[in-house]
């Protein structure tokens, strides 16, 4: 801008020169052309006019001069103009430039914050994806767990179901074995012969007689009636153990050679006759009624 400035400054008196001599050229042409008309004017007989030398060339200087001062006058406000226009745009350009400045800063402000908050945005949105997934691989892992604890849950009170039944049933059996145990013992009872009475004592042999003196054989001891071991009673046999059943209405699964506190060391498990015994060391367990 300075330069075009300075070119515009060097080249104004050039200019206004050559306008002024252009001027000047102009007036001498004019006053050439008006010679000849002034001649004819002169020729008329009626209005002749008589211009002395002097005059005549006073009137050319002042047309010259005129034309000069006009060249000059107009050069000047053209170099003013001109002088004027540069200085007005390069203010008008540096505001321009300054508000384009300012534009582009904002523009590239914007354009950071757009691209953060697209990037926030995206991560967010990944994020909210990721916890999507977790919460669904969450929740279809509890849903599993909990299927499976139902499912353990009805097979478990599928089995209690079934182990209550095998034990009602048991016990109605038990009840059904000791209560025909019990009619049949006391039917033994009553069909027990009565007991023999007691032999008349011999009578005694005279001395005279030694051959035929002697003694009887000894009628051979009772044996004593095996001990039954208190508070415990046999509710079943199978597969060669025995379910004993103690007062507290606790059932043990014994086998010979067990130990039980209680009733001591299992020796062994018997029939007898149609009823089975648990032989210990201790006594028997047999079925009884309480």
Known sequence: MSDGKDQAGASAPGTSAASAEASLKDAVTSARAALPKAEAFRKVPAFRLK?????????LGGLCLGSFGGGAAVALLTKGARAERPAIGQAEW????????AQAAESARLATDIKLLKDRTAEAHDAAEKARAESGTRFGQLAERLDRLNKVGGETATKLAGLSEKLDHFDREQSARVTAL?????????AAPAAPAPAAPAAKVAAAEPALTGSLPDKPAAKPAPTLVDGWTLRDVYDGVAMIENRNRRLVEVGPGDTVPGI???EAIERRGKTWVVVTNRGLITSQLW
């Open 94 to 101: 540096k505001k321009l430039a300054t508000r384009l400045d």
């Open 182 to 190: 019990g009619e049949k013992v006391e039917r033994q009872r009553s």
């Open 264 to 266: 001591g060391r299992v």
């Open 51 to 59: 211009l002395r030398p002097p005059i005549a060339a006073a009137l």
